[in-house]
Every structure is written in C-alpha cells, then in structure tokens.
C-alpha cells in the first residue's frame, strides 16, 4: 500500500511516497537554508511563504520520481504537529483539499512520532525500546512498547539540544543551520580546551541546554581571542555527553537495552561515534538513521502514517494543526 506522506513542519518542505511503511519509493526535501540563512534563524512568516509556492511543486517531484498518479495512493499522511502554525498550516489544508477532490483517506501524524519512525524505513528494532528525539525544536526520551505505544522519559526544560547548537553557532558567527557547520568545525578543535556546564536535573530524566548557551555565551565576551574550533568542540562534547548520560540511566531504569536515535542532531558525527562506543560497552543495541532520515522529511511521516491507516485511525476535514502537540499514545 502506497502513502503519500505530507511535512511542512518547519522550514522544510517535504514530500514522500513509502510502501507498507518501511520502503521508500521517492523521498522529495526542499529545504529553505538559503532563505533564513541571513537572518541567523528560521523567519516563521518567510517560511510559510515559502510552503505554499514549494508545496504543488514538491508533491508532484514526490509523485513523478514514483511514477504514480492519485489513484494509486492509499492514504495521505500529513503532519499537524507539532511545530510552527503558519508552516503547518500549508501542509494540512494542502492533505486536506487533495484527500477531499481524489478521495483518498487522510491519517494526521505527529512530528515527533515521525522522527521515531524514520528507522523503519531501514530496520525493525523489536519493541520495547527508548527512543531519543534530539531536534531543533525537541529533546525527548520516550519509552516505545510497540507502534503507536509512547511514554515520555524525559524532555527538555528549555531549549532544545538543535536550538542551542544554532544559537552558538550564530554567537561564534557561524551560518545556518548551525548543526552541520559546528559538527564540521569542531573535528578541528580540541573537546578539552574548556569545560562547559553539563545540567544535570535531581529526580528526574530531563535535559537543560539554556545553562551551555549562556555559558558559552560568557566565554566568549570574557575571552575574545580563544579559537572558535575550541569553543565548537568543547560545546560539542558538553551536549553529546549529557544526552549520551541520559540515555544511558534511562536504559538501565527501564531495564530495556535497546535505543533508536531520531532527529537533526542525530545526524551530529561525535555524537553517532561516541553513542556507539557507549552501546558496545553497556550491551546496548542501537540503531541510528542514515543521515538524511535524521533531519526532517516525509518519508517518516509516511511510515508513521501507515500504522495509523491500519489501526482505522483516520484524520476528519475538521483537522486543524496543533503548534504545541504532545506525543501520546494512539487511541485507535
Ligand atoms: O529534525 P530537524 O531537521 O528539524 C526539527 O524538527 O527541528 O532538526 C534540525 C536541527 C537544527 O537545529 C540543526 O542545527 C540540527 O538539527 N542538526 C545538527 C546536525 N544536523 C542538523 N546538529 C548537530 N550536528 C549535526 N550534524
Ligand atoms: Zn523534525
């Protein structure tokens, strides 16, 4: 069964044809770096902009490279959240019209459930597992007991793991997004040079990024002529270790011993390498995405959307997006 899956929840537009979940027929990302780039951050009223001239365009490539028409999809899959309204917007009401004129059932997918379904589309980790979203909008740990089935662990209290490489990065003055570019230049600085604060929250399995922003932040005003690529490395290392840390209590609390990593930043190359010398030591089987199932696409919207369209979990014309939408368990 073909989905056509939708995400527009951001500043990518995306669009995906997936078989039964798990195989990528075509996989369309038209990415905006080139317009917020100067702007050191995503502009939300440029990016909806944006998805409604890439949305036609990017369905049709999607559609094209599949060699499909209408008639042979099976559901259409879109994100309604979370992620920002404007952005979402474009991408529900665009499901919505084509579901409504080609009669095609629509399922609604969480951004977040995406992100964790990104790995079916290139292995089948048995559940349970723990899975860890590290994105520019989210860090989260969930516990996942089968498709559908989601406990949060564990979940920032601030800024997101992404949100503060970007912000470091435009502080060290640096491009957008800052992920990719601080995962480049810290292989040529040295992780030890200085230490920044790893927040580490009594009781509980939540994460704190704003304290590294703020402390790199102030060592750069006070040390103006320190070497960028040792700031980016010893950033690096303070965020790879403390989520690396928690995943690894949060495996031995919930006693399950293996881990699915989701999201832009798990495409970050210090923190693949040192999460997998980590596993082998603790017996932990990992999975990790290629990289470009890391960053946001459909493809994971439309494997997520399969589960849904099994389930008889369909999405009705009144679907509005959701800025703010807690992953929780499927109700069917
Ligand atoms: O999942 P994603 O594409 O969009 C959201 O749902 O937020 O994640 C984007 C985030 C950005 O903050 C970007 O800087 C970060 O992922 N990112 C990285 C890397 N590639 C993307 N962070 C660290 N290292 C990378 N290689
Ligand atoms: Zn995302």
Redesign the pocket.
Known sequence: MLILGIDT??D?TGAAIVEDGTKIISNVVSSQDEIHEKYGGIVPELASRRHIELIWPVVTEAMTRAHITFNDIGAIAVTHGPGLIGSLLIGVCFAKSISFVNQIPLVAVN?LEG?IHAIFLEASPDFPFIALVV????TSIYRVDDFGVYREIGRTRDD?A??A??KVAKLLGFGF????I??AIALKGDPLAMTFPKANIAGSFDFSFSGIKTSVMNYVKKNPGSKKEDIAASFQSSVTEVLIERISEVVKAEGVKRVVLS???S???ALREKIGHRAIKEGIELFLPSLYL???NAAMIASAGYHHFKQGNFAKYDLNPKAYLPLVSATG
Do not use: F, R
């Open positions: 929840s951001c990518d951004h992100h994105s520019g909008g989210h997101a992404g949100e490489y970007d997004p800052g992920g990719p601080i995962d999201g832009g930043v495409a970050n190359s890391c960053t946001d």
